[in-house]
């Protein structure tokens, strides 16, 4: 089973920041904070991770807190074509042979 | 670099019925997944290879699902018979076990009628 809690669904205007929160609670301290998202029709698409300090790439900011049980991703400007469905996942270690395990996601649907 | 390339992309069979999909992974990247997406839901992992050797088939219905990567490198998964409840989309995915990095593939939407 997955081992986050994301809410189901949240809406947000265009041009604002989309704030996704994520409950890791159980996370241990080897394990990675991943956000995937998936476009409809589309594969998931890899969009940033971090272990315990906050992370900025061109898509997205990852806010973790300190107790590392929770975490936000950050759309700073979102547009409509970032309508899509964004995973939460917690994985170990950084490599290649971990396996992504998906929960439900949020659907953010960014409205005009 | 190119991406993980899948076929086809949509396939259509009658149940009982046997199908087969193809995966051509990421160059380079040893690790090569198989995930079946139900509509409405995550994707859930039905094979794990690493190279041509499979880490981890537990989730892998084998009785009617089979998958091999020889060479390890393009991958391809079977159904035989499909039945109505395999109607999902599989998705293919590799990693470079350097990054950790996972990279998915457009899928392949299979509906069995």
């Known amino acids: 089973d997955a081992k986050t809690t994301q809410p189901p669904s949240m809406d947000c205007a265009e041009g604002r920041a989309a704030n996704l929160p994520c409950n890791h609670s159980t996370i241990s301290g080897n394990e990675y904070v991943y956000w995937y998202r998936q476009i409809h029709s589309q594969g998931p698409q890899y969009i940033i991770h971090g272990l315990k300090n906050n992370e900025t790439n061109e898509m997205a900011s990852l806010i973790i807190t300190e107790d590392r049980k929770s975490s936000t991703l950050i759309l700073p400007h979102a547009t409509l074509r970032d309508t899509a469905v964004y995973y939460c996942i917690v994985r170990a270690e950084n490599s290649g042979y971990s396996t992504l395990t998906f929960g439900k996601g949020t659907m953010l649907l960014v409205s005009p | ?113």
Do not use: M
Not at chain 2, 27 to 46: D, E, F, N, R, V
Not at chain 2, 105 to 111: C, E, H, K, M, N
């Open chain 2, 1 to 113: 670099e190119a991406g993980v390339a899948q076929s086809p992309r949509y396939k259509i069979i009658e149940k009982r019925q046997s199908v087969a999909f193809w995966c051509n992974p990421i160059s380079g990247h040893a690790t090569l997944y198989w995930y079946q997406q139900i509509l409405g839901q995550g994707p859930k992992l039905l094979i794990q290879f690493q190279n041509n050797g499979v880490v981890d088939d537990s989730q892998l219905p084998k009785d009617r699902f089979s998958a091999e990567r020889l060479k390890g490198v393009d991958s391809t998964l079977k159904i035989q018979p499909a039945k109505l409840e395999d109607s999902a989309v599989y998705l293919c995915a590799s990693s470079s076990d350097r990054t950790g990095s996972t990279f998915f593939g457009q899928g392949t939407r299979l509906t069995v009628v």
